[in-house]
């Protein structure tokens, strides 16, 4: 295999050089000669972003369980780098060995926005790898992909060899079992994926036809191979108490963007707000106990070293054990000297005495999601919380000793009016009036209520995947009217350009033909489109131009229920007569219970695993 090592002349020559060198504490290193199968696990985004991400390490360190395989990371060179790479022939190469991934049996990508599409078909053509999966050698290695994003694979199907549909835990094994029987035995790559046919949650484009109507709708999604499943199930481990759980991390030599541990205490959700994506592929919910928990956190603390330690999960506070297990993990840490980073909580759940406790560590602003301004707009997405929830909430913070509030809010939700918008305004006014209603001597000097807005992208397997997305200049007259209408002081209003959500509703919600839409615009020069800094919207202009795809289509078009949608062949368990009731509701301003107060039997039971309320009520 043919090595490449960067040398410390061109490692002068780029910014953050430590990225590219590897070797880090609790990194792992592989006798070659020794193993069969050589995974390269790619991240689409450089070093600091993709060491953050929880995923990569879990799946990182269970491939290396396997003796007979070598998972290495491969990361995206930043745009200093990659031009010394061209002008220097090193094709891409992974960290562990600095090796070409070239000669690497996979190359798994985990896609986790869809703004990163352009970096995975920029880390392939770096590889000297042909981004069409149709124009590869038999000797390339196979390219696959798997994450959030891979729920709606089509986007990327005709340069991806297979998607996994899931949790890799689950059935990654089987892949490679089959592949190391495959190449010990010799055969075509035609032949291995045809054998991949036979596990579900693997999805290979190739064995597929799309036939579209003379008004761009699909008319037909068929299977072309006679073992291709007409859905994709999706696989997902059932008992997280038993999965395999990392008991180190890698200790990255730059600081990245979550510089800590983080601990996953469960998985899928119970609330169904119907704007979310993982709040609904990621069903059902499986948690693991606190007794795991608390032994899993003592060790990765004892193996890293960090002075904090994250929780992670869709909603923390809707752990079952949330109390006890708190209470045990804040001794814990306070023993250590660590502090807690609590993520976004629901503000009716929200615990005085938690929040007291945490500042007794180390004091750090708190945030809440509204997500909506207005009552009614907070029942149309199924939020579940009310204002009287959100200032008694605020209460307790500011009475907690927090000055500081941070408030997540959606433009262009459905049914959304001017009236919502104001409504965000209202609720800030009335946050901020709360601090000042508690007497002096009981709270802070001063507080500040930060809002943020983002743009919402209706999203696959989700009520609102039928809905049409605002339009780029009707999110930036909104964000322009609410940064208009919000004048107090002491009240601090945060936005972005809709630009990026835009594009990134055209390709969450686009076919295959959005593929040429890509390839295209980073043809133009597209790559790292999710840095404000790198973006061009004048590339993705040009390559709509080119491919004849009109972006309207697929980001700013109502769907009909019987429509086709390009992830129909998909199968998260969630069913879409479920989904369809919900968006009808959503329309009649009805809420939903959460799973544990009512099922609503959404379909999940299909996993015969985890926590799932189905028939119980």
Known sequence: MTKLRVTDAILKQVEK???????????????????????????????????????MQILYYFLNERKDTYCERVFAPWTDMEEKMRENNINLFALESQDEVKGFDFIGFTLQYEMSYTNVINLIDLAGISPWSKERKEEDPIIC????????????????????????????????????????????????LEKLLDIEGIYVPAFYEVKYKDNGIIESFLPTHKNAKSKIKKQIIKDPNQSFYPSKLILPWVQTVHDRVNLEIFRGCIRGCRFCHAGFVYRPVREKSKEVLIEQAKKLLKNTGYDEISLSSLSTSDYSEFES?????????????????????????????????????RKSSLTFAPEAGSQRLRNVINKG??????????????????????????????????????????????????????????????????????????????????????????????????????????????????????????????????????????KFGAKFDSWTEKF????????????????????????????????????????????????????EEKTTPNCREKCQVCGATIFQGGVCYEGTN
């Not at 798997?146 to 990654?172: T, V």
Request: charged residues 30%.
């Open 145 to 192: 992909a798997g994450g959030p994003c891979a729920y709606n694979p089509e986007p990327l199907a005709d340069f991806i060899d297979f998607f996994y549909i899931g949790e890799g835990e689950a059935s990654l094994n089987k892949v490679l079992d089959i592949y190391k029987e495959h190449k010990k035995n010799g055969g075509s790559k035609k032949e291995f």
């Open 325 to 361: 297990f708190s209470q045990e993990l804040l001794q814990t840490c306070k023993d250590a000297k660590v502090n807690i980073s609590l993520p976004s909580l629901r503000i009716d759940k929200f615990s005085i005495d938690l929040m007291s406790n945490i500042q007794k560590v």
């Open 17 to 55: 050089p430590a990225r590219y060198i590897g070797n880090e504490v609790n990194s792992i290193i592989k006798d070659k000669d020794s193993i069969d199968i050589r995974f390269a696990f790619c991240f689409p985004d450089v070093y600091e972003v993709g060491m953050s991400h929880l995923g």
């Open 536 to 587: 061009n919207m004048a590339h993705w202009e040009k390559a709509f131009e080119k491919s004849k795809i009109e972006p309207a289509f697929y980001a700013n078009r109502k769907r009909e229920y019987d429509e086709i949608l390009p992830w129909d062949h998909i199968w998260v368990g969630v069913s879409k007569s479920f989904l369809i009731k919900e968006h009808q509701k959503a329309l």
């Open 385 to 522: 919380i009310t204002e009287e929830d959100i200032l008694k909430g605020s209460k307790l913070a500011f009475e907690g000793g927090w000055d500081r509030i941070k408030l997540y809010f959606m433009i262009g939700l459905p049914t959304e009016t001017e009236e919502d918008i104001i409504a965000i305004k209202e609720l800030a006014d009335k946050i901020l009036d709360t601090f000042y209603s508690i007497p002096k001597e009981n709270r802070a000097r001063n507080a500040k209520v930060v809002v943020s807005s983002s743009c919402f992208v209706p999203k696959p397997f989700t009520p609102f995947q039928w809905e049409a997305q605002n339009t780029y200049e009707e999110f930036m007259d909104k964000q322009q009217f609410l940064k208009k209408v919000i004048k107090r002081k002491g009240i601090q209003y945060n936005y972005h350009d809709a630009i990026l959500s835009s594009l990134e509703g055209m390709l969450a919600r686009g076919d295959r033909r959005v593929g040429k839409v890509i390839y295209y615009a980073w």
